[in-house]
């Protein structure tokens, strides 16, 4: 046996990375098994890659409307192996930084894959030690913390196995999105589809979405996936919801996709289909014969305190399912080690903003009118549109809107939805109010600064008044 550690974590997304820093702050002698690469699917194949990218595709995009603000027309092009490097180099200038955090605050970082062996004991296949080949080591340790994410999931489809059919992973994450697809197919329109359609059709790319349910985002507010659909569409992107795959096939032409809509059967060629459907907690291969901990639905269950079923085994983050984002699993993650070194909770998890990164982007935070409503709560709601907003008509991003969701009788802010520019820094301002409990008067009683976007706030709670 060596080292016996307080804490070891599997896992080196944003759940376990930011859980370590917690730790080594609370003294605890930490090790981080990562058996990819440090940030998980967030730095490496999530977050930071496609919005990375979506810059770019968006400044390609404004450079096209330049004759719109007066300037001469741009006749710009991309270069797609050029954008992946840049984007390769921000990966790996975050990874350094969380690297040198994590050196500077003490915690070991071992690359291998762990596995549990019971209660304080892991075993860790070391892939890179940095001298020599694979070891394997038996570690001992007080607790252990899972924080192993998310994998893409893939329906039962025939045909997705063929060359041409990608997740997020591959077009983020590996040679396959050194290429473009025109046109492209996507399977799924929730946050992952319509980024991905958004960064495509900004390219100049023929984007096909097709979404099982009857609206894009359907866990969002009805408005919102009704605006975005529409600005999709304007776009030219098509979009068919309801739509049922059957399958995808590679025919004389290339791939084609086979899919029923309205009762209708239907099919589309493809130089390249993305799967989008949602993402499974990843457990392979963590467990030894009669170490699991309870599962529900292939995701870890664990009580308030994020503990396993299993003594001294907490998870936290996608693992754990329920909300899969990069900053609640770090939430999690922190709550998680203050729990186990007894300290006081620091963050409210009750209220996880989300943000989809389209353009407009979209944010959210709290309940919407719909969930308010079928919750029995009289809510009184305003609303601000964005072609009001000086700001926003200044950058011709005048579309879209600011609503917020207040309770009628005490007028406590309970939920905020945006489609505008800067919606996901926006998004901030309107979750400290619902944590804090701020009413409407107290919304509209700050004074922001002209012009901005945020103006618009103030807006919707006044508007909420009349
Ligand atoms: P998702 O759950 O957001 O959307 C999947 C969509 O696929 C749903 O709308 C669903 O109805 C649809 N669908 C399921 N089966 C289908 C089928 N057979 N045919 C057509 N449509 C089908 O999942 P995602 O977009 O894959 O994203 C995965 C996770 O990653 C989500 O939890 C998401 O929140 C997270 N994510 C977040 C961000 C962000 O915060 N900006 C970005 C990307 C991903």
Redesign the pocket.
Known sequence: MQNPYDLIIIGGGPGGYEAAFRAAGAGMKTLLVEEQGIGGTCLNR??IP??TLMHASELYREAGRFEEFGLAAQNVSYDMVKMQERKAKVVEDLKDGIRQRLKSQKVEILQGHGMILGTGRVRVTVTAAGEGAAEEKILETERILIATG?V??R?P?PGLELPGVFT?DDLLDSDAGRQVYDPLII?????????MATLYNALGCRVTL????PR????MDREISQSLAMILKKRGVQIFTG???TRVAREEDGLVCH?EYKETPQSLPAAGILV????KPYTGGLFAPGAEPAMERGALVVDGDFRTSIPGIYAAG?VIGG????HAAAAEGITAVEGMAGLRPGIHLNVVP????TNPEIASAGWTEEEAKAAGIPVVTGKALMSANGKSVIENQDRGFIKLVFDKETEVLLGAQLMCARA?DLISELTNAIVNGLTRGQLAAVIRPHPTFSEAVTQAAEAALK
Do not use: H, M, N, W
Not at 216 to 219: C, E, K, Q, T, V
Not at 354 to 357: L, Q, R
């Open positions: 999530g977050c496609t919005k998310a893409p999931a329906p489809i997020s399977i799924g329109g929730g946050v992952i589809g319509v980024e097709l979404e099982a349910l894009l985002l359907p866990a739509a049922k795959v899919f989008a459907i949602g993402r996608d909300i899969q984002l990069a989300g943000c989809v990164y996901t």
